[in-house]
């Protein structure tokens, strides 16, 4: 079992900068996708951000080029989140996720989530 703790989250004026943090309780980075979620009230769940262990990064359309995913060791992933707008306003959730490359087989964590709200 893995535990994911987010972090970072408050309130931030428009135009403002946050930083998201995910600790893991042991080192799954190596071998685990770590993502960013997001969920509005009356919004479904959507992608924010993924990070492979390759090293490789995928944006939502809408926060490209100002959200950066990253990790520091095996254990903590960031998002970074510049130009905020009220429309970022969600709670934002830790995932990580394996997925076998030639069987079905899949495992996946959840953090408990963070708020963050844009707002003048």
């Known amino acids: 079992q893995v535990q994911l703790v987010e972090s970072g989250g408050g309130l931030v004026q428009p135009g403002g900068s946050l930083r998201l943090s995910c600790a893991a309780s042991k080192s799954i980075f190596s071998t685990y996708t770590m993502a960013w979620y997001r969920q509005a009230p009356g919004n479904q769940r959507e992608l924010v951000a993924a990070l492979t262990p390759g090293g490789l990064t995928n944006y939502l359309g809408s926060v490209q080029g100002r959200f950066t995913v990253s990790g520091d060791n095996a254990k903590n992933t960031y998002l970074q989140m510049n130009s905020l707008k009220p429309e970022d306003t969600a709670v934002y959730y830790c995932?990580?996720?394996?997925?076998?490359?030639?069987?079905?087989?899949?495992?996946?964590?959840w953090g408990q989530g963070t708020q963050v709200t844009v707002s003048s």
């Open positions: 995932n990580a996720k394996y997925t076998s490359l030639y069987t079905y087989y899949t495992n996946e964590y």
